[in-house]
């Protein structure tokens, strides 16, 4: 079936460090790839998506790039802040399925 | 409005109790969800509505009851809940049953079964 493998947490950074949270899939045909974030006591925000091999996903300073190669959809920050400590998902939805697919998460701690 | 509510944020209620969870978007979107949620966990799928009917029950048990009013309306009326139903509760929706459409989730409820 179709899945998500994210990086384990927790991560630890500090402010301004370069950014990596590793995410593969596995699915069959050719899955749209999210990255959702959430913050202490909140739902889920969309970060970041895309629909096809290649495509770079982007938004407030993170990317992701959907590698069909490698199966691979990799968030990634040049510099991190305080702000973005947080759960981040990555997330699958496979063709012609209903329902998205989520990796474990991954909590991210950035320190001042 | 890019905004899905939640009603109530919290609640706490006893085995014996009926209470019911609300959820309202008016994105125009057609296809509703909800999931729970444990803590350090993701979240994981109950129901799927498209186009008002339910398309997805992903072996809930019944004391879960789902309810989709109208398409901008979605409700989770629960009743005789167990202390390990307790958990966040995530409405979610998008603009139809796609696999490229994101879903925009509310803020959730807090539930605590005593």
């Known amino acids: 079936g179709d899945s998500v493998t994210q990086m384990e947490g927790p991560v630890t950074l500090s402010e301004e460090a370069f950014l990596t949270i590793n995410c593969t899939y596995t699915?069959?045909?050719?899955?749209?790839l999210f990255w959702y974030v959430q913050y202490p006591g909140e739902g889920l925000q969309l970060l970041l998506k895309?629909?096809?091999?290649?495509d770079k996903g982007s938004n407030k300073g993170f990317e992701a790039t959907y590698r069909k190669e490698t199966t691979s959809f990799h968030l990634e920050k040049g510099s991190v802040q305080v702000s973005d400590s947080a759960v981040y998902f990555c997330?699958?939805?496979?063709?012609?399925?209903?329902?998205?697919?989520f990796g474990q998460g991954t909590r991210l701690t950035i320190n001042p | 409005d890019t905004e899905v509510t939640q009603t109530p944020k919290h609640l706490v209620m006893g085995m014996t109790n009926k209470k019911s969870l609300k959820c309202e978007q008016h994105m125009g979107h057609r296809a509703m969800y909800w999931y729970k949620q444990k803590a350090k966990k993701p979240p994981e799928l109950m129901f799927v509505?498209?186009?008002?009917?339910?398309?997805i029950n992903e072996s809930v048990p019944s004391r879960f009851s789902p309810e989709c009013p109208n398409s901008s309306l979605l409700n989770l009326h629960l009743h005789a809940l167990q202390p390990e139903d307790s958990a966040l509760y995530l409405c979610?929706?998008?603009?139809?049953?796609?696999?490229?459409?994101?879903?925009?989730f509310g803020p959730g409820t807090r539930l605590t079964v005593l």
């Open positions: 979610a929706s998008s603009q139809r049953l796609a696999e490229y459409n994101e879903q925009f």
């Open positions: 895309a629909t096809k091999a290649d």
């Open positions: 997330a699958l939805s496979a063709w012609g399925a209903q329902k998205l697919v």
């Open positions: 509505y498209s186009y008002e009917k339910l398309s």
């Open positions: 699915a069959t045909g050719y899955p749209s």
